[in-house]
């Protein structure tokens, strides 16, 4: 017998929903012997915040839609490394069930070292990005203290340049630029 869903106005099987509601009970059933207040396991509050993480991540849809991805990934590479087909024998036994489980382990384990790759690789890549954003910033900032610096001395410049002037060239021990003798070019003997 099929309902209308106030949402989407789709049909929906009271069957589905029945599942729905047997899954919610039995995960109760399952948090309720595992739940900090209800037993006297040192490791129950570990358990059951594992189980609640477990559940909040099954419940979000991007995180669900990435576990279905992997589960499909690791079943297509099973199948490939046995050169099984869709309709093999083999993926209705038991030692599959087993090895699909090993293998959704290693395609879940291989995606997280690819995003945690990834993630480092932009984290240097920013971090190379700030370090030559202050590596400019320090550049001109050394180029206004080094022009701020020279405006600052500008009038010991002038009036250094100026006593100079003054004087003739001559220097302060009173002396004028020495000038050097030409030295005459000798001619050989002979």
Do not use: C
């Amino acid at each position: 017998m099929a309902t209308k869903d106030a949402k989407d106005d789709a049909p929906v099987d009271n069957r589905d929903a029945l599942e729905v509601l047997e899954s919610e009970a039995k995960e109760w059933e399952k948090s309720l012997l595992i739940h900090p207040d209800k037993t006297k396991n040192p490791l129950a509050p570990d358990a059951f915040d594992r189980l609640k993480k477990a559940q909040t991540e099954l419940m979000d849809e991007k995180h669900r839609t990435t576990l279905d991805e992997a589960i499909a990934d690791a079943r297509m590479l099973l199948m490939r490394e046995n050169k099984w087909t869709v309709d093999s024998p083999e993926l209705k036994t038991d030692d599959f069930a087993l090895k699909w489980a090993d293998k959704t382990k290693y395609v879940l384990i291989d995606n997280e070292q690819r995003r945690r790759r990834q993630a480092k690789a932009q984290m240097q890549e920013e971090g190379r990005e700030q370090r030559r954003q202050d590596e400019e910033l320090e550049q001109r900032r050394k180029k206004r203290q080094h022009e701020e610096d020279w405006e600052a001395t500008r009038d010991q410049r002038i009036s250094s340049w100026r006593q100079f002037s003054q004087k003739g060239g001559k220097s302060e021990d009173g002396a004028g630029p020495e000038r050097k003798k030409k030295k005459m070019k000798l001619k050989p003997i002979g």
